[in-house]
């Protein structure tokens, strides 16, 4: 019962001490906030909108719940345990065990939560992935990622939309971009930004010589309208043109695809996916907005080259993640040294441990 008593005390201190970083009354603010702006009246015109706006206070109110229950299931469990100090009954010691082990690990995954502390981590997130060294191969290597993230994201019940696609000449992709709805989906995709490297046998090698490819991964949040990034007309060129990627009927026959260029910065966002120019243009719109935030709040020029559309250096040297298919089998994380040999389940789309492994290496002792 000492070491029972010794845990219980132990969780208490670890809760007490993050309690404040949990900011319960704030989350608490913006749920009454959100259910304001749900009983306007027409909240329901744009349902795209209204559904994003219901799931994030569906998001918090579940947060907010968990970390309240935990706390009410701690406090009950100490009580319990006092009650029953000086008396041997093994029962109560048997299920008093096995509720703290719950706790604990009920603990371990909402500690992890408080990671997701970003200014944007809670946002929906726009994935772009463009082949880089590599020929053919990094195009088939560009289209093999596209996979592996739409595969990730259903085992997260998270929804995909194509915004825009580019196929490769042979084979593969050249470019695609994706948004990314769900759960602090920026923030675990955020983990994802930066070059990735596979090494494999090439299947377009006649000679079967192993071959190194490189695709880029761009990972930004998808802003809000309520967000404030002032945009003016006067600064912006609109080009139009036909849709190269999959579409319904007359989507690549009519000059539907739009492209944005913001001219002060040299930023480009483009959309060419939905039915309509119209629909493009303000998704385009959307994502332009998207990156000028990012654009705007980062201090080192070769992120702002990036963000700009200008930065490919998709090659040897500066690759955060490695995919080895032969000679050997390897996924290893250069940035946290996190590695695995079941390569087949990561290109499958189990990505969690990976992300997790970065979150927690960049967070260090913040939690």
């Known amino acids: 019962m000492k070491d029972l008593i010794a845990e219980i005390s132990e969780l208490k201190q670890k809760l007490s001490k993050v309690w404040t970083l949990v900011e319960i009354d704030k989350k608490k603010q913006e749920i009454i906030r959100l259910h304001h702006k749900m009983s306007e009246p027409g909240f329901w015109d744009n349902q795209e909108k209204a559904k994003k706006i219901s799931q994030k206070a569906n998001d ?8 309240e229950n935990f706390k009410k299931d701690l406090q009950a469990l100490g ?86 696609i580019s196929s490769g000449g042979e084979a593969g992709l050249k470019s695609v971009m994706f948004e990314v709805s769900g759960a602090k989906a920026y923030g675990y995709l955020k983990a994802e ?56 009927q007359g989507v690549n026959t009519t000059d539907s695809a739009v492209r944005i260029t913001h001219l002060p910065t040299g930023v480009v966002a ?18 332009l907005k998207s990156k000028l935030q990012q654009y705007f709040e980062t201090e080192k020029q070769e992120e702002k080259e990036k963000l700009r559309g200008q930065y490919t250096e998709a090659a040897w040297g500066n690759q955060i993640r490695s995919y080895v298919l032969h000679p050997y089998k390897m996924v290893k994380d250069h940035r946290c040294d996190y590695q695995s040999t079941e390569v087949e389940k990561v290109l499958d789309g189990d990505l969690m441990s990976f992300i997790k492994a970065y979150l927690r290496h960049e967070a260090g002792e913040k939690v």
């Not at 029962?91 to 008093?96: C, M």
């Not at 719950?102 to 995954?109: A, C, D, N, P, V």
């Not at 079967?208 to 990034?229: C, G, I, N, Q, Y």
């Open 60 to 67: 918090l109110e579940e947060e907010v719940e968990k970390w």
């Open 79 to 164: 009580e319990i345990v006092d009650l029953g100090q000086g008396k041997k009954d093994k029962t109560l010691a048997k299920e008093a065990d096995e509720q703290i082990g719950e706790l604990q690990k009920s603990y371990k995954q909402l500690e992890f939560d408080l990671l997701f502390n970003g200014k944007y981590d809670r946002h929906d997130a726009v994935v772009t992935i463009n082949a880089g060294a590599g020929g053919t191969d990094a195009q088939d290597w560009a289209e093999m990622l596209l996979r592996m993230y739409l595969r990730f994201c259903e085992n997260q019940d998270w929804s995909v939309d194509i915004i825009s």
């Open 193 to 248: 930004n930066g070059v990735h490297r596979l090494v494999r046998i090439s299947p377009f090698d006649a000679e079967k010589m192993r071959h190194t490819s490189f695709a880029m991964v761009e990972v930004l949040p998808f802003l809000d309208e309520e967000t404030e990034v002032e945009i003016k007309s006067d600064d912006l060129r609109i080009d139009t043109f036909k849709a190269g990627g999959h579409g319904g």
């Open 270 to 287: 483009a959309c060419q996916n939905e039915r309509s120019q119209a629909q493009n243009k303000q998704k385009a719109l959307q994502i």
